[in-house]
């Protein structure tokens, strides 16, 4: 296992830099990557650069008093690299026979040096785990960054001329003299959810490495290569559908298995849906014989109602409640929130993240249930994360895919054998045709038929003038964001699309929560053979006779109740909201007004409209409805963000 945070701070020339300014530079970088929760920051001098690591605080040493922090020295590979590994690897054994001798150490950071020495720079597309790694090579002045596919740590570089500094978290860059300015085209990007741009970060000059990226900075200039896309991932075939079905179980049991391998007692994150429930029906088969399974489920506080929605449930008290009685070694534990404020570990998080959530209506439950993990002692958080885009994606993208392969018969019958609202002839347009016309021509048509949803009258609390002079619009398009969110044409299109979005602030936001709280969170289901196999899986797996999701239904037979491994109906997070905002909904309109007479604030967020829609509000749940959108989405979003903005203007940290 590797260490939490990694940072190297580089001079691509005579080396001055260091050695002019390394006492001070040494001091502040190692103190803005000693905030939150782990183990001591340990720091040392290579020829030409500082490099420091940071254990996690479960390999942390034991507090006693008087004891001098223990010497630390980065690893040494064999080919001179200075390496700095984050995270930890998965399938060790396979990478080891691909290597002529064992490594001169037993960390993960020898492997993986080892591993680059020997299979050189394109070494990460045999390597699994959730890791990013830093590699200095003093006689070349060469800095080496990369971050593994899928869920990895993240990893941030800020150049000043010759001066790099790559790290864990902008805050090293800002401790060593980057300048802090929050990236305002980034943020306005982010209100209108365009988070294709994986390589943009929050602060101004301070880039991100993508998940499946390597970039080589040297003498010569940056080069930045994707090593790994989604849409690249081979084609799976097999004779028969329950080949399918045993490939992906098999894939399920190695991903629990190297992913809960390294910490003790695991702990799950638990819902009422597919995704959370499979890792914890096969996390139960890799724990020791007779452990108990704790699993936290989140459950609507105290004023909840019902959702008026047939097609949505809001409560999965009864779903997680089943799924432990039909497995005794689970340790059910709900968890409500109700008293827990709505900025809540709110500028704690800006600190420790630089960012801002756009999903931070959410983040309540997530702080309580890592904070009881931690104190109940468990190592790690498992969720159900990446289950949507992998096993468990639901094939609606089948019409359009067998459309273009020449198949109508086949888009037909799943089109009429699904159902819905409409006629069979008008679905099998919306299904199957319309996703392969141009998202313009197709946003044109929606609008004639009345039906587009106009994210400034939603979703999106920008005005929408700056968004114009901001260029938010341009950028969209041209990244190829669409923000009414249309179906699309095909499987590897849509996850693509849905990867973008979680991929960028999702690595920041989880290393945030273990700072702040001290337990990681980790997805099994992003296990990189797991995901690339369910990737290459064909739409009819995952549709069939009108069945979506067949595929995770097929596998969790007997692993889940059948109320849960049948249930068709949408689950609702955070599905309590009116209770808390009602609560809070005079401090907020107080709060719209002070920030209407903050210029910077006034400029980007459409106030006014907030301000209404909150006097307006019914303070009822409309799910699927304007209301929703308006106040949980909006006002919410556009508060989270007039926050971050005054944060950071006060100065981060």
């Not at 590979?77 to 399938?91: H, N, W």
């Not at 365009?194 to 000059?205: I, K, L, P, S, V």
């Amino acid at each position: 296992m590797g260490a939490l945070l990694i940072a190297a701070a580089a001079d691509l020339g005579d080396g001055g830099w260091c050695s002019q300014d390394g006492g001070a530079s040494r001091d502040r970088i190692a103190n803005s990557l000693g905030l939150g929760l782990g183990g001591p920051v340990g720091s040392a001098i290579a020829p030409g650069a500082l490099l420091f690591a940071r254990p996690p605080l479960r390999d942390a040493p034991p507090a006693r008093l008087g004891a001098r922090p223990r010497p630390w020295s980065a690893h040494v590979g064999p080919d001179g690299a200075r390496v700095l590994f984050a995270g930890e690897l998965q399938d060790r054994e396979a990478l080891l026979a691909r290597l002529p001798a064992a490594p001169a150490g037993k960390g993960d950071d020898a492997l993986y040096a080892a591993a680059l020495a020997h299979l050189g720079s394109e070494c990460d597309r045999f390597i699994n785990g959730h890791y990013a790694a830093i590699a200095w090579y003093p006689e070349q002045r060469r800095l080496r960054l990369v971050r593994a596919p899928l869920d990895a740590p993240p990893l941030h570089y800020w150049q000043d001329g010759k001066r790099i500094v790559a790290a864990s978290t902008p805050r090293a860059a800002i401790a060593a003299g980057a300048d802090p300015a929050v990236d305002e085209e980034h943020l306005a990007d982010a209100l209108f959810l365009n988070f294709r741009d994986a390589r943009r970060g929050w602060f101004c000059g301070i880039h991100r490495v993508a998940a499946g990226e390597v970039v080589e900075i040297g003498p010569g200039g940056v080069t930045r290569r994707q090593y790994w896309k989604v849409e690249d991932m081979p084609a799976v075939r097999f004779a028969r559908d329950s080949d399918y079905v045993d490939a992906v179980e098999h894939a399920m049991r190695n991903a629990l298995r190297e992913t809960a391998a390294e910490f003790d007692r695991p702990a799950v994150q638990l819902s009422g849906g597919l995704d959370s429930q499979a890792v914890a029906s096969f996390a139960m088969k890799v724990l020791p014989k007779d452990t108990p399974l704790k699993a936290y489920c989140w459950v609507p506080q105290d004023g909840y109602q019902a959702l008026p929605w047939p097609g949505a449930h809001g409560d999965e008290t009864a779903h997680a409640s089943a799924f432990a009685a039909m497995h005794p070694a689970v340790d059910l534990e709900l968890v409500d929130t109700g008293d827990l404020p709505l900025d809540h570990q709110e500028e704690t998080f800006f600190l420790l993240a630089g960012l801002a959530p756009m999903g931070a209506g959410n983040m309540h439950w997530g702080h309580e249930i890592l904070r009881r993990a931690a104190a109940a002692g468990h190592g790690v958080v498992l969720d159900g994360h990446y289950g949507n885009n992998g096993f468990s994606y639901d094939g609606l993208t089948g019409p359009a895919t067998w459309l273009r392969q020449g198949r109508p018969g086949r888009a037909w019958r799943e089109v009429r054998r699904r159902g819905g609202k409409g006629s069979d002839a008008r679905r099998f347009l919306s299904q199957a045709v319309m996703p392969h016309l141009p998202i313009r021509l197709r946003r044109k048509l929606r609008g004639m038929r009345g039906r587009a949803l106009d994210p400034f009258d939603s979703w999106c609390p920008m005005r929408r003038d700056y968004a114009e002079r901001a260029g938010v619009l341009e950028r969209s398009a041209s990244a190829g964001h669409d923000p009414l969110f249309l179906d699309l044409a095909s499987s590897r299109e849509w996850r693509a699309a849905t990867l973008a979005g979680g991929q960028g602030d999702g690595a920041d936001t989880r290393l945030a929560l273990e700072l702040l709280h001290g337990v990681p969170m980790r997805s099994p289901l992003a296990y990189r053979p797991l995901f690339e196999l369910t990737a290459g899986i064909p739409d009819e797996q995952y549709l069939r006779d009108g069945e979506t999701r067949w595929l995770a239904r097929r596998l969790l037979k007997g692993r889940v109740p059948e109320q849960v491994r049948t249930e068709r109906r949408l689950g609702i997070q955070s599905s309590d909201w009116p209770v808390r905002w009602g609560r809070e909904r005079e401090a907020i309109m107080a709060e719209l007004e002070r920030l209407s007479r903050d210029p910077a604030v006034a400029d980007m967020l459409d106030l006014p409209r907030l301000q209404r829609w909150m006097r307006e509000w019914s303070g009822e749940n409309s799910v699927g409805g304007l209301e929703s959108a308006r106040i949980f989405c909006a006002a919410g979003r556009g508060l989270t963000a007039a926050r971050y903005l005054r944060f950071q203007a006060r100065g981060n940290g």
